[in-house]
């Protein structure tokens, strides 16, 4: 009664932060796991899409294209129901955390795909003529030469694509994943306390996010210079 007599009174509780700390760290993790096997997936589908839409084939070239055309157009939330609610009426299931792993990095590929093929296309030509001089195949043309000196350009890109999905977690508490801002909430509905818990997540968020834009940076110019 104390405590929601401090919580209407707008006073601050340092006993529910407290409170609140353990389910706090579990809520980390699972955001910061969410983020780091995200990140993998879109990093990885990305240079695949990127890949593809430079294919020769036309018949892979539009169909990928379409793909991700379709996923970057759609609420990443939109997609999240669509893979947890109407495919397992399909007979594809999975739980809450690796559909909300699987969704942020499936719909952050197609944009990290995009980076890639800026990568890609500013890498010189001169460097595709003396592949070509020098006789290279295709795959090791790809591996040795071009990739290489792409991934070097994109990655202060694709750091800010971490940043920015990190912000996109608590968009999975909408398919019950326990990410920082669902404990908050479940929280503060147990307390009434929402001003504790909630500004609590919102500082994570920020020592969270602002040394990894620092790293960004010094990558930046680390790889420019």
Request: glycine share 6%; charged share 15%.
């Amino acid at each position: 009664m104390t405590r929601h007599l401090a919580a209407a009174g707008g006073s601050w509780d340092w006993s529910a932060v407290v409170d609140f700390l353990p389910h706090f760290w579990d809520g980390v993790l699972v955001t910061l796991r969410v983020l780091v096997l995200g990140s993998l997936i879109s990093f990885a589908l990305g240079l695949v899409w990127a890949l593809a839409l430079r294919a020769p084939s036309r018949w892979l070239r539009w169909p990928v294209g379409a793909f991700t055309e379709f996923v970057r157009n759609t609420p990443l939330l939109v997609q999240l129901f669509f893979l947890y609610f109407v495919l397992p009426e399909w007979g594809v299931q999975f739980s809450a955390l690796t559909t909300g792993i699987v969704a942020i990095g499936l719909h952050y590929s197609t944009y990290t795909a995009q980076v890639y093929r800026a990568g890609i296309d500013a890498v010189p030509v001169g460097q595709w003529e003396a592949a070509r001089a020098l006789s290279l195949p295709r795959r090791r043309t790809w591996t040795v030469v071009i990739l290489p000196q792409a991934v070097r350009r994109v990655v202060p890109a694709l750091g800010n694509y971490v940043i920015a999905m990190l912000k996109d977690t608590p968009l999975l508490a909408g398919i019950g994943v326990l990410e920082l801002l669902q404990r908050a909430r479940l929280e503060a509905a147990d307390t009434f306390q929402y001003t504790e818990a909630l500004t609590v997540v919102g500082i994570a968020f920020v020592l969270i996010a602002y040394p990894s834009s620092l790293l960004i940076r010094s990558l930046e110019r680390r790889l420019v210079h």
